[in-house]
């Protein structure tokens, strides 16, 4: 059992940055893929990014790319996800989620572990 933990949200003007972290315990981190996902009030839950065991892969969304960064230390179980130039429209529940598998890219509901999510909220 994987237990996964965000950190890092908060308020921030549109502009600035955050940088979200999401801690591993339970499992061998290196062997999961990571992803972030968010959610936006009265959204369905959407893919942001995700990395493979050792970075081999890093994927985002359209919406994100250049905007934002993945990357994982997998010395410290962590991933995280820094973000740039936020706009009002990333105001979402960002969740790490975990991957044990040989897809490179799997889909939202092959995750087989969700943190509990950490809010961000863009400011005008």
């Known amino acids: 059992q994987v237990q996964l933990v965000e950190s890092g949200g908060g308020l921030v003007q549109a502009g600035g940055s955050l940088r979200l972290s999401c801690a591993a315990s339970?499992?061998?981190?290196?062997?999961?893929?990571m992803g972030w996902f968010r959610q936006a009030p009265g959204k369905e839950r959407e893919f942001v990014s995700s990395?493979?065991?050792?970075?081999?892969?890093?994927y985002y969304a359209d919406s994100v790319k250049g905007r934002f960064t993945i990357s994982r230390d997998n010395a410290k179980n962590t991933v995280y996800l820094q973000m740039n130039t936020l706009k009002p429209e990333n105001t979402a529940t960002y969740y790490c989620?975990?991957?044990?598998?040989?897809?490179?890219?799997?889909?939202?509901?092959?995750?087989?572990?969700w943190g509990q999510g950490t809010e961000v909220t863009v400011s005008s």
């Open positions: 339970g499992g061998t981190f290196s062997r999961y893929i």
């Open positions: 989620a975990a991957y044990h598998g040989w897809s490179l890219r799997p889909a939202q509901s092959d995750y087989d572990y």
């Open positions: 990395i493979t065991w050792r970075a081999e892969r890093i």
